[in-house]
């Protein structure tokens, strides 16, 4: 398939060797022509305007970072190192005590004008696509240093190096590695091929937003494995046949999102009220409208478009993609 997902293709050569290398680390991050995108809250400084991109910054960014945050080595693209560094209630925006910081870091930060913190997944809509990959490495490498302080094992405080893709206790001594989640998502048809399987969540059970089933991959399981449980125990139907379709990062937080078509074997729907208000068969018809809807631009899943039939999501999740395959008969 040569179609890529938004979150994927990530251009940066991700510098194995040379990240072992303490000295040359620092000497990188000395280096005034390397890049360095900072992130607030996780979302990422982006230019505004006709052009919007990730809006890179020199070594000069570092003063921000946020207590006790490290740069974090993306990699390398034609020689010219790229970071990710956490500014969240870095130096400046810390000291700020009327609340400005809050509604503008990047201006209390003193970045360039024309720049903005913005919500990554609605960023990503209008970067480049490479952008985006560069934006999910980051977004989800620095939002697992966030969270990962303490030993898992102990409880000491541990310390960042191979340029963030590793952390060790200053304790026990233990190793840690930023981790990646899989999930299985699935675009389920019916015994005759006519119906596409959609499930709306709990919390969407005031609208209209259906998508493809979906759950984590379990120890010990393989991925067709896990797409006929996951349909089992959200919709009660048993799949025979699974079919790979594509994959998509997702850093919300760190998650691998394993696209695949599903072929049911049963008719009967039984939802999990637990995790699940509905789950039906839509018509192909139906399916094909919902997604041109969702491709208009501006599609929000807050905003009702009006007309009547289920909404599912936009371009930018691969539940959009798996549900158009099917539709398409591919």
Not at 205 to 224: M, N, P, T
Request: aromatic residues 6%; contains cysteine; proline residues 6%.
């Amino acid at each position: 398939m040569a179609f890529t997902h938004i979150f994927a293709g990530d251009p940066l050569d991700r510098a194995d060797a040379e990240r072992r290398d303490d000295q040359w680390i620092k000497e990188r991050l000395a280096n005034p022509d390397s890049r360095i995108l900072p992130l607030w809250r996780l979302n990422p400084l982006a230019t505004n305007g006709d052009a919007p991109g990730l809006a890179w910054q020199d070594n000069s960014i570092l003063e921000h970072a946020a207590e006790k945050a490290e740069p974090v080595l993306l990699g390398i693209r034609d020689d010219v190192a790229h970071f990710a560094l956490d500014v969240t209630g870095g130096a400046k925006v810390a000291a700020d005590v009327d609340g400005a910081g809050e509604e503008n870091p990047a201006e209390l930060l003193g970045l360039p004008g024309g720049t903005s913190f913005e919500d990554a997944r609605g960023v990503a809509t209008e970067i480049s696509g490479e952008e985006t990959g560069t934006l999910a490495h980051a977004r989800a490498v620095v939002g697992w240093h966030q969270r990962h302080g303490f030993c898992p094992n102990c409880g000491a405080t541990t310390y960042s190096t191979k340029g963030g893709k590793e952390r060790i206790c200053n304790s026990c001594g233990a190793h840690h590695f930023p981790r990646t989640d899989p999930v299985a998502i699935m675009a389920v048809t019916d015994p005759s091929g006519e119906l596409c399987l959609l499930g709306q969540t709990r919390a969407r059970r005031r609208s209209r937003f259906y998508s493809a089933l979906a759950g984590f991959i379990d120890q010990g399981e393989s991925i067709e494995a896990a797409v006929r449980r996951e349909v089992w125990e959200e919709g009660g139907i048993r799949v025979g046949d699974v079919r790979y379709h594509s994959s998509q990062p997702w850093p919300f937080p760190s998650s691998l999102m394993i696209g695949c078509i599903a072929q049911a074997t049963t008719t009967d729907i039984r939802i999990d009220p637990e995790e699940m208000t509905d789950v039906r068969g839509v018509s192909r018809e139906e399916v094909l409208e919902a997604l041109e809807i969702a491709s208009a631009p501006n599609y929000s899943l807050t905003e009702d478009p009006g007309g009547e039939g289920v909404r599912v999501p936009g371009p930018i999740a691969i539940a959009h993609h798996i549900i158009k395959a099917w539709a398409n008969g591919e």
